[in-house]
């Protein structure tokens, strides 16, 4: 009898912590009106250095985040840390992409929030939401992510656009931006937020879609 009581009474707790969870809970939508997308570090030398998928597949990745800005009309910043070293410089595919946009070449800073022109160009955009993408996903991705959750920014972070050393030091460094409430997400994700704003705010590609009867 004294163990069905006490069952009983964990199961209250549990089920009413369960509900007050819910009920905190607020799902946010991407507003492609108030998003901006961020290309960080993704240059030749570091990309090289992701192990936690292939090389193809994180140049791949990389073009497919730098894309999301010109499908969805989104304003881009690009960023690279000391071109003139190993990192090398932006790749070339995904400046012909973004041919005019904001470009800051940091001198050392490894976040990039610590860089003045970098966080004035984002704070001039005066959007609020950021989706993110950066290698390594450890320092450059994670650092900046947590940089901006705490000036308050909702941060999406491309996690097939990020990449690191190994999958565990991958999994350790999406868990840490986790818990501030970074949103974490692969890229068909993020792809299919991104034209679920579109589709509301009535825009795609730049394009007025005329409502249907």
Same mark, same amino acid.
């Given at each position: 009898m004294q163990f069905r009581s006490s069952f009983a009474f964990l199961a209250t707790v549990v089920i009413a912590a369960c509900?007050? /969870? /819910?009920? /905190? =809970?607020?799902y946010e939508r991407i507003d492609k009106n108030n998003a901006i997308l961020l290309v960080v570090d993704l240059q030749e030398g570091l990309y090289q250095m992701a192990r936690d998928m292939s090389a193809v597949q994180m140049k791949n990745n990389i073009l497919a985040h730098a894309e999301l800005g010109k +499908?969805? #009309? @989104?304003?881009?910043? @690009?960023?690279t840390s000391s071109e003139t070293g190993p990192n090398g410089p932006m790749t070339e595919e995904v400046l012909a992409l973004h041919p005019n946009a904001t470009f800051i070449k940091r001198q050392g800073e490894v976040n990039a929030w610590d860089n003045p022109d =970098? /966080?004035?160009? +984002? $704070?001039?955009? #005066? $959007?609020k939401q950021v989706i993110l993408g950066g290698i390594t996903t450890d320092v450059c991705t994670a650092f900046l992510a947590l940089s901006l959750v705490q000036e308050g920014y909702s941060v999406f972070a491309n996690s097939d656009a990020s990449g690191t050393f190994d999958v565990k030091t991958a999994n350790d460094a999406n868990d840490r931006m986790r818990a501030p409430a970074c949103r974490y997400l692969p890229q068909y994700g993020m792809l299919a937020r991104a034209h679920d704003a579109a589709v509301l705010n009535g825009t795609l590609s730049g394009l007025v879609i005329e409502p249907t009867i």
């Amino acid at each position: 009898m004294q163990f069905r009581s006490s069952f009983a009474f964990l199961a209250t707790v549990v089920i009413a912590a369960c509900a007050t /969870a /819910a009920s /905190a =809970f607020t799902y946010e939508r991407i507003d492609k009106n108030n998003a901006i997308l961020l290309v960080v570090d993704l240059q030749e030398g570091l990309y090289q250095m992701a192990r936690d998928m292939s090389a193809v597949q994180m140049k791949n990745n990389i073009l497919a985040h730098a894309e999301l800005g010109k +499908v969805f #009309g @989104l304003p881009t910043i @690009l960023t690279t840390s000391s071109e003139t070293g190993p990192n090398g410089p932006m790749t070339e595919e995904v400046l012909a992409l973004h041919p005019n946009a904001t470009f800051i070449k940091r001198q050392g800073e490894v976040n990039a929030w610590d860089n003045p022109d =970098f /966080a004035a160009a +984002v $704070k001039a955009t #005066g $959007k609020k939401q950021v989706i993110l993408g950066g290698i390594t996903t450890d320092v450059c991705t994670a650092f900046l992510a947590l940089s901006l959750v705490q000036e308050g920014y909702s941060v999406f972070a491309n996690s097939d656009a990020s990449g690191t050393f190994d999958v565990k030091t991958a999994n350790d460094a999406n868990d840490r931006m986790r818990a501030p409430a970074c949103r974490y997400l692969p890229q068909y994700g993020m792809l299919a937020r991104a034209h679920d704003a579109a589709v509301l705010n009535g825009t795609l590609s730049g394009l007025v879609i005329e409502p249907t009867i």
